[in-house]
């Protein structure tokens, strides 16, 4: 079945540092990928996303190119802020209207 | 209106409580879903409603009732809930673009 791994957080970084969270997936066809980011006490916020291959997803100054050769969505942002701190959710849907499949989630802490 | 309400925001009942969860989203969008979350985990898929009928249900327990009044408006009805259900209740939307999350409800049973 179709599934998404994350790297293993917490991450924590200093304000402007650079930040890369890590996601890969497994799914047949060709399926659409997403951002989600949780804020405390929050729900769910669709951040990104991208439908098909080599597509970049930018949003708020976080970007994610859909890579199929390497089966990854990696998030990124040049200059990460205290507000930036959350939990980062890659997930993906299956092209055969499977339903959404969650990755663990990364939780980003941000010193300032 | 691009977003999805929920209320109310937070609920504490106790084991021999009923209470209701409401759901509402003007998106024009005809899946609506129903999720768990408990902390540090992503949230769980619970029920799925299409068109205003039932079209999933993860094997959730009966003290769980899902409702579709209509189009934009999904509940979801809690009796006899147990303390491990305590949790963040998650509704959501979807169209193509995408799934869209409410606020959530954090539910507490005591």
């Known amino acids: 079945g179709n599934s998404v791994t994350q790297m293993e957080g917490p991450v924590t970084l200093s304000e402007e540092a650079f930040l890369t969270i890590n996601c890969t997936y497994t799914?047949?066809?060709?399926?659409?990928l997403f951002w989600y980011v949780q804020y405390p006490g929050e729900g769910l916020q669709l951040l990104l996303k991208a439908t098909k291959a080599d597509d970049k997803g930018s949003n708020k100054g976080f970007e994610a190119t859909y890579r199929k050769e390497t089966t990854s969505f990696h998030l990124e942002k040049g200059s990460v802020q205290v507000s930036d701190s959350a939990v980062y959710f890659c997930?993906?849907?299956?092209?055969?209207?499977?339903?959404?499949?969650f990755g663990p989630g990364t939780r980003l802490s941000v010193l300032p | 209106d691009t977003e999805v309400t929920q209320t109310p925001k937070h609920l504490v009942m106790g084991m021999t409580n009923k209470k209701s969860l409401k759901c509402e989203q003007h998106m024009g969008h005809r899946a609506m879903y129903w999720y768990k979350q408990k902390a540090k985990k992503p949230p769980e898929l619970m029920f799925v409603y299409s068109y205003e009928k039932l079209s999933i249900n993860e094997s959730v327990p009966s003290r769980f009732s899902p409702e579709c009044p209509n189009s934009s408006l999904l509940n979801l009805h809690l009796h006899a809930l147990q303390p491990e259900d305590s949790a963040l209740y998650l509704c959501a939307s979807s169209h193509w673009t995408g799934k869209f999350f409410g606020p959530g409800t954090r539910l507490t049973v005591l």
């Open positions: 799914a047949t066809g060709y399926p659409s």
């Open positions: 997930a993906l849907r299956g092209n055969y209207g499977q339903n959404f499949v």
